[in-house]
């Protein structure tokens, strides 16, 4: 029987593909027209997947919540891993979670290596034995990293928005 969550992990995964192939195309640009919020509801959408997915692939829980799944829940074998640098995970945990008046200056995310970490942990993953019926996320992950380098390139944009 297959794993109640491999819907949701197939989910997560392809979203991040799609978000951040879309985000590593037409982020800057957007970032710096009229369109700035579409930007910025990109930019979180990626950081809430790749803290979500750094949760899963280092078997990161809560004490107490028992319905969590990380990735030694599917794959038995596999050993966890991290995909987001500890001060990443602290500066996206303070933007997603925290409206104050002393707000840190917003880093500059490196937004491109941030979501190609994840998306070769996504790979590795998927590879795994007990995830052959994610073979289609698998596809897509690894076609997407195979036109990442034609694709990445390093872009400066001061602000809130990502480093491509």
């Known amino acids: 029987m297959e794993h109640p969550a491999l819907d949701d992990l197939r989910y997560e995964i392809a979203t991040l593909a799609a978000q951040g192939l879309l985000y590593l195309r037409v982020g800057n640009v957007i970032a710096h027209s009229q369109w700035s919020p579409a930007a910025d509801a990109l930019l979180e959408s990626l950081l809430h997947r790749l803290?979500?997915?750094?949760?899963?692939?280092?078997?990161?829980?809560?004490?107490?919540?028992?319905?969590d799944v990380v990735a030694k829940d599917l794959a038995p074998g596999w050993k966890k891993r991290r995909t987001l640098h500890t001060g990443e995970r602290k500066a996206i945990n303070w933007?997603?979670?925290?409206?104050?008046?002393?707000?840190?200056?917003?880093?500059?995310?490196?937004?491109?290596?941030?979501?190609?970490?994840?998306?070769?942990?996504?790979?590795?993953?998927?590879?795994?034995?007990?995830?052959?019926?994610?073979?289609?996320?698998?596809?897509?992950?690894?076609?997407?990293?195979?036109?990442?380098?034609?694709?990445?390139?390093?872009?400066?944009?001061?602000?809130r928005h990502a480093h491509l």
């Open 51 to 67: 803290r979500a997915l750094d949760d899963f692939f280092s078997n990161r829980t809560e004490p107490g919540n028992k319905d």
């Open 95 to 159: 933007r997603l979670a925290h409206f104050t008046s002393d707000r840190p200056v917003e880093p500059t995310w490196q937004i491109g290596d941030m979501v190609h970490r994840a998306l070769e942990a996504s790979a590795r993953f998927l590879k795994e034995p007990e995830l052959q019926t994610l073979s289609d996320v698998a596809k897509q992950v690894d076609d997407a990293l195979a036109s990442w380098d034609l694709l990445y390139i390093v872009v400066s944009s001061p602000g």
